[in-house]
């Protein structure tokens, strides 16, 4: 292609140049290519990055000057030689007002849309649900392009009502300068615009609870939700117990809380009468209740309103039979759209989202397509059509969101929103599902049914009925295993895909949700594996068969989790062999799981059998792993582990025989050699359970259950060497031979407690950083000083201890420096040794000074001195602390995230309900599982986003408050699950 000759305007400088560029250059390019050879860019601001700059197009009008795209070529913009450009920083502050009107100034990309300068601000708020917020203008003159559809009986209603047509929406796809925002002392305010998700906030949830509390106040004493006289009365009461704290006796007066009124109750309850000591009755009444839970109750009040969560638009429909217009109300929600009096706010008639086939607006008129359901078009006369579309929009994307995040299943309180547009009258809608690339499946509304994992069939014969149960168990799970293999046949089928970034950002959110199911259900299946060695290594009389029964019942279940998720990811892959590549190890892998739980079948039941099905299972589950890439990075541990188990398996060996010349030398009539000839016959079994144990828990090492497996076969190989050594001190043998043995076992109890120690750590990232234990001794030493600031001795003492941690601070900090290749790395932290040192060395001089003097303004100079130490080291270690800690919150959010998919696949294994009681607390245990289905989707994105962007502190934000967001689903869960156990026929 021909060069292109542009001018190049530097805005910092004025500086104007011709650079020659080519047309299939990208902006990104481009840019680059400019910092590279114009000297004016290599300038940037002060703690500006070169990449915060891009390429500007100016325009007489400013709001319709533009940022080039950075992946876009320069000859989509179709220019011409001579065009003028403007390089020019992209950044720019933003004030933002809250609506407890506190500011806040944000620095904001200027070529970014309105919703991602939305998801930036919430993030330095701390609120972790941006979509559901907006912006809005206050001042209508910074919006020269805003315009109205003034309608006088309209305006006065929206006055009087307070209606979202009064509030100056920002368009969210549309950036600051192209809605006329250009002077930067404007001051936008953030609003709650969707009313979404909002039932999941709680005073766990401090930020977010703040401003919806205030939004809801804001709301009532405007009258926007009618209210009774009593609800108007507990809400003024709990505003008062968030304003003042508890109630005391003398402190409000007759008439003290006239002036207060308007802030407490809306405009009709005002002049009531008896309403101050009603209100101040009440308010007594709430004593001892903190802040945060008077206004959680405040919230929990107002959404038990029928209005609450409504958007309301004054508009004028036409009066049926006549030619005239009449005004109404009209509300969205993320439900329904609403008709309303506009006097009462009775709702009229209600329009489900599911019988609305479609909707659309013109610049003075909106309406409502309800196919074939109502047989008409609903219109009204409106300015703000467009805005109501934009909030159905929203309140769609919202939804088809978490049906994104819940793999295409919808929680029961949130209606679908795309419907067939063929409905008959009296027919129910059939529910629609749309694809990121434009498709509608159809999907079913019904809520999938548990399967049992036991069988009611009649006893096997020639066993006993424990056995007999067992093995019924064990024929269920082997069932599903073969149901598991039989569905990995083929890949899942996926709807027709475009490839738009919504469809990209589907595949890429489902892909990492499925990697974190298939990576759970495939550490059950370990976990399992390895319980029902170490329980078949067990005497026969001492087999525990119902825990082996619990152990078949998790194999078989996660099973059919392993295929979904194998299916969906062979589905999902892209290389060409890789879709029948993991179908192949799924296979695979059900196979060594059906031959290992037949050979633990009561009738044939054979050790060995078991433990080389084991090895053939951890084989499987490896290879399946790493064909999707979930292997634990931490190769070290496993290999320390398995050396370890060695070690033990060499010991137990030497007990063997320690105890075999006991038992050798010996003749006893009484039946204890025989019992110590059992005993050591028991340690053998029990070794090689262990081995295949961590040779099970190896493949997934991280995972608690693999680890949780390997710990239990520690304790059974335990439990077999302290019966032998009961069994050999029962002979009340002389000499050397118990000694031996004794010795032997203390060397084998050694190796298992260092193998356990090794287990337990499970993971670097859980152990806490070199610097940590120093820095927290500093900290307790000088919040100590500051405390006895007026016992000198104590002083003194406190002085001498925080030398001594600043000194342990130092030596890991070198420590540290010595293993990184870094130069420039080493010279900071020797930089930082330093200061530290001469800083340490100022403190001894004031400690000497303060020994010898005893002076009390020496001892307040010796504790500024001690908090600019900790302020030295603050500024050191908060870096690296910081970073550990945020590798500890993914190890955590990962475990949490596969525990969470374990009970609910656990939940989803349970049968039929033997009463009412069971078959109440299934239904309430299946809506909790799809509601944790939704935060486990919520956290893989959050740490998936913390993986691309480890250094980004708002997707460190988002992770710690979706995280935070997990605790009350997961644990309702977990208290549905312990409701249903009871009543369940086979608790296993």
Partial sequence: MAPLLLKIEFVKTGVIKAVQLEESMTVYDACRHIRERMPEATTPAKGAKATSYSLFVPDEDPSKGYWLQSGRTLEYYHFKCGHLLQYRRKLRPLRVQTLDEAVRTVLVDDSQPVSEITRVVCARIGLHNPQEFSLTVDDEGAMPHLQHDHDHKLDTLRRQLHTDDTLNWLDSHKTLREQGLIDETVVLTLRKRFFFSDINVNANDPVQLHLLYVQCHEAIVEGTHPVTREEAIQLASLKCQVQFGNFEEGKFRKGSLKQLLPDLLPHEYRKGRHIEQTILTEYSKLYGLSEQNAKFRYIELCRSLRTYGLSFFAVKEKIPGRNKLRPILMGINRESVVKLDTKTKDFLKTWPLTTISSYASTPHSFSLNFGAYSGSVYTVKTGEGEAMVQLLDGYIDLILQTKRAA??????????????????????????????????????????????????????????????????TVSAALESVTRASENMSTAAELPTLGGDRAAIRWKETTLALTLQQLSAHVSTLLNGSASVITLMSARPQEADLTAMGAAAVAIGSSMGGVAESSRLLAALSTGENDSGNILDASRALAAAIAALLGAGRPEGQDLQTVLSSSSEVSTGASQ?????????????????????????????????????????????????????????????????????????????????????????????????????????????????????????????????????????????????????????????????????????????????????????????????????????????????????????????????????????????????????????????????????????????????????????????????????????????????????????????????????????????????????????????????????????????
């Avoid at 020639?462 to 056995?467: C, H, V």
């Avoid at 608690?704 to 019966?723: D, T, W, Y």
């Avoid at 104590?794 to 601070?809: D, F, G, I, N, S």
């Fill in 407 to 472: 793999s295409f299943e919808l929680p029961e309180d949130v209606y679908p929103a795309i419907i067939d547009d063929t409905i008959e009258p009296g027919q129910k809608p059939s529910v629609l599902e749309l694809t990121p690339g434009g498709t509608l499946l159809p999907q079913e509304d019904v809520l999938p049914q548990p399967t049992t994992a036991t069988l009611q069939e009649p006893p096997s014969p020639g066993l006993p009925p424990a056995e007999a149960a067992f093995n019924k």
């Fill in 624 to 988: 399946l792993l790493t064909l999707v890439s979930t292997l634990p990075r931490d190769a070290s541990g496993v290999e320390s582990v398995r050396q370890l188990s060695k070690k033990v398996a060499d010991g137990c060996a030497l007990l063997v025989v320690e105890g075999k010349k006991i038992a050798a030398g010996v003749e006893d009539s009484s039946g204890v050699q025989a019992e110590l000839s059992q005993s050591i016959k028991g340690v053998q079994p029990s070794v090689q359970a262990l081995l295949a144990s961590v040779k099970l828990g190896s493949v997934s090492l991280g995972s608690p259950l693999c680890q949780a497996g390997i710990m239990e076969a520690c304790k059974n190989l335990a439990v077999a060497i302290e019966r032998l050594c009961q069994d050999a001190q029962a002979l009340e043998l002389e000499g050397d031979s118990l000694r031996d043995l004794a010795g032997a076992a203390a060397t084998v109890t050694e190796a298992l407690n260092a193998l356990l120690m090794e287990v337990k750590a499970g993971h670097q990232a859980l152990k806490p950083h070199p610097l940590e234990e120093a820095y927290e001794a500093m900290v307790a030493e000088v919040h100590a000083m500051q405390s006895s600031s007026t016992r000198t001795k104590e002083v003194l003492l406190h002085t001498k201890a925080l030398a001594e941690a600043t000194r342990a601070l130092m030596h890991s900090l070198r420590q540290g420096a010595e293993g990184d290749r870094d130069v420039e790395a080493r010279r900071k932290v020797l930089d930082a040794t330093k200061e530290l040192a001469a800083a340490t060395s100022r403190l001894a001089g004031l400690a000497r000074e303060v020994a010898s003097a005893q002076g009390k303004a020496a001892v307040g100079e010796l504790t500024n001195q001690a908090e600019h130490l900790l302020s030295i080291a603050d500024a050191i270690v908060a870096p690296p602390l910081k970073q550990a800690a945020f590798k500890r919150l993914q190890l955590a959010s990962r475990q949490a995230a596969s525990a969470s998919i374990q009970l609910v696949t656990a939940c989803q294994s349970v049968g039929g309900a033997d009463s009412e009681e069971v078959g109440g607390a299934w239904a309430e245990m299946a809506n909790k599982c799809q509601v944790v289905l939704e935060q486990v989707g919520l956290l893989v994105q959050a740490l998936a986003a913390g993986l691309a962007s480890p250094e980004d502190s708002h997707v460190q934000l988002e992770l710690v408050n979706t995280a935070k967001s997990m605790i009350t689903p997961t644990g309702r869960l977990v208290a549905a699950a312990k409701q249903a156990v009871p009543g369940l026929s086979d608790p296993a």
